[in-house]
């Protein structure tokens, strides 16, 4: 066990572990938490109410999180002399293996270019999860948000956001344009930054092979590949490849692809089988607005998955409804997907719902789903009688918003 300087381990709750290829999750699960910036601390605080009343409702005494503080951002550089990553963080979420956080500021200068972008790639956490679907009397842009329900794996640590990149005019930039342009023939301008795109065999196919688990295990009816191959042919391409090769070669019992469900079955799906397809990306952009319901589980490149995310939020309500969640092999970090609004900080106003439901996904993981179903219920309880934050508020019209706060006791009181 790390021996821990600023983090105290609380004396009621056991260190979760693993055991072959799952967790072992005990009675009193001790669960790091990090507030966040900003608002964080009001969300933090209201989400970890909820889910504390949701286990003692549903379990009783027999169940408890047991929380630990440990700290990132400025709470970090309070703590650790100006060191908004300590190492002892990253230390306490690798050794109790799950863990919650809020949002996080992360410093102009040097370092990481992006904290969370630090965690997953110390952490190796290479899958971003993010499920969306819709809360009844939630105002929509679109006529149907009711359709939405996807579940999306965006892998976590390649493609262009793996940060490999030179800009205009650096040494660096130079001697990679007159490689390219002098070795291969290519014909980049002098003037260009340069940066690099890699899409591996290892990233790609370990994403998908999760995206394909997580819909065999929620009985999900299809997997869609989503990628630009139509251009970029030997990484985008090759992830749509690799992403089918992972079903033929590990889950032929389990899937079909889109040309044997038309070309064996005429479009009926064979009951317990789950459907392998792929799309390009601007189309998919197009489709999960008018044929949303066609869509379920989707694997993709970290880029496509960024916008696509995003652009599936904005159909249910928008960022402070999404929940999210970085996942490795051992190691799963729930999260708001939203920033730290710090002009809202300490004002009891934000909507915490991102983080809550980050804090059900992570119930999910812990097994404790009738606790996490619990909490979504209550969620569109309340959201149907109009018990809102201001965000939801001023759209409903002639809504009274409610404090943060206030808004997790609505909560708890409808589990």
Known sequence: MPKFDKITIPGNGERITWDGDELQIPHHPIIP????????????KATRRVLDAAVEKTYGDSKKLAWMDIYAGESAAAKYDGNYLPDETVQAIEHYHVALKGPLTTPVGGGFRSLNVGLRQIMDLYACVRPVSYFEGVPSPVRKPEKMDVVIFRENTEDVYAGIEWHEGSTEAEKVINFLNNTFG????????????????????????????????????SV????????????EGAFRDWGYQVAKDEF??????????????????????????????????????????EYDVVATPNLNGDYLSDACAAQVGGLGLAPGANIGDKVALFEATHGTAPKYANQDKVNPSSVLLSGVMMLEHLGWQDAADAIVAAVGQTIRQKKVTYDLARLMGDVDPLKTSEFATAIIENL
């Open 224 to 235: 869609t590949l989503v990628h630009k191959g139509n251009i970029m042919k030997y990484t």
């Open 186 to 221: 290519t014909s980049i301008r002098p003037d260009s930054g340069i940066g690099i795109k890699p899409i591996s065999v290892t990233g790609t196919k370990r994403l998908v092979r999760m995206a394909i688990q997580y819909a065999i295990k929620h009985k999900r009816e």
């Open 252 to 293: 032929a019992d389990q899937t079909i692809t889109e040309d044997e469900l038309w070309d064996k079955f005429d479009g009926n799906r064979p009951e317990g089988k789950i459907v392998i397809k792929d799309r390009i990306a601007d189309s998919m952009l197009q489709q999960i607005l008018t044929r949303t319901a």
């Open 33 to 44: 938490v990090i507030e966040g910036d900003g608002i964080g601390p009001d969300i933090m």
